[in-house]
């Protein structure tokens, strides 16, 4: 067996050791970017099956990304999906979106976790037992795929994105900082999609 599914199970490993059954593991994608929604996602793989591949998802390509999130949605006990939207980033902070993100996807899950598996953030999903897991997406089977399936769930949104701006380029980049997004904006202002309270601290925007 692959030495990384080794490494990234064994707070899996624990856990089924000590008689549980349904393990989930939850983390989001687009936190950073300029523009667009925060999605999260909750997982729940079943016992024993181990996709070759399930890495944190920034660390895999975007074929690798989308074959292992086709495994992972073919597989898996449930599967539950939180898109937070640009306005509502702007209106109660990003840090608040992604925990309201994070509570839309456990919400959505047909079949609730016995443990959840977090990457980072404390005090979501009520009394739901849980264990904080810092880097949780390099260190965990479980949140490595839900951060799979948020982070292609986010980039099929900016695509389709991409063809209502196609000024924007945001197929390429997703909403992030970069270079030529900062280039394009400052050339063509703010899009509806654009977080305005990221974009207003960079001069020569118009918003």
Known sequence: MNKKIIENYSYEQELYDSGLELIGGTDEAGRGPLAGPVVAACVIMPKGLRIEGVDDSKKLSE????????KIIENAISVGVGIVDEKAIDEVNILNATKIAFEQAYSNLQVKPQ????????????????TVIIKGDS?????????????????????????????????????????????????????PIHRRSFLKNIDGIKL
């Not at 980072?120 to 009394?127: D, I, P, S």
């Open 115 to 130: 443990h959840m598996l977090i990457d980072a953030l404390k005090g979501l999903f009520g009394n739901t037992p849980q």
């Open 139 to 191: 260190l965990s089977y479980q949140i490595a795929a839900a951060s799979i399936v948020a982070k292609v769930t986010r980039d099929r949104i900016m695509i389709e994105y991409d063809a209502k701006y196609p000024e924007y380029n945001f197929r390429q980049h997703k909403g992030y900082g970069t270079s030529d997004h900062i280039n394009v904006l400052k050339q063509h202002g703010a899009c």
């Open 63 to 70: 074929k690798k990304r989308y074959m292992l999130y086709d």
